[in-house]
């Protein structure tokens, strides 16, 4: 069974930073790319950054890139996020996503290609 669990979350002032992580349990974390995403409040889903299985290729939004930074230790099976400069409209729920394809990746960031999804965790970023 596949388990996804985001953490890092919580309350800060705008221009401060959070760094949110994300395990996943029950299946080969080096051989599947993922992503990060998010949705406020009356908002649909969107995607922040992905990340290719191994690593080396990323890519983030227009809104939050020179921002925000995302990576995957491999040998911790931990995606992050680094966000700096945080700024009031980057509240919402941070979810963390796994593709089940092997080897796969693009930078489209449609939810529909992510598989596994965790419960997420709140950023709110205060004027």
């Known amino acids: 069974q596949v388990k996804v669990v985001e953490s890092g979350g919580g309350l800060v002032q705008a221009g401060g930073s959070l760094r949110l992580s994300c395990t996943v349990s029950g299946l080969p974390f080096d051989d599947h790319s993922m992503g990060w995403f998010r949705q406020a409040p009356g908002k649909e889903r969107e995607g922040v950054a992905c990340?290719?299985?191994?690593?080396?290729?990323?890519y983030v939004v227009e809104s939050v890139q020179g921002r925000a930074t995302i990576s995957k230790d491999n040998a911790e099976d931990t995606l992050y996020l680094q966000i700096d400069d945080l700024k009031p409209e980057d509240t919402a729920m941070y979810y963390c996503a796994v593709r089940t394809d092997f080897h796969y990746y693009n930078e489209l960031l449609r939810p529909s290609d992510y598989d596994y999804w965790g419960q997420g965790t709140q950023v709110t970023v205060s004027a």
């Open positions: 990340v290719s299985w191994s690593g080396m290729t990323t």
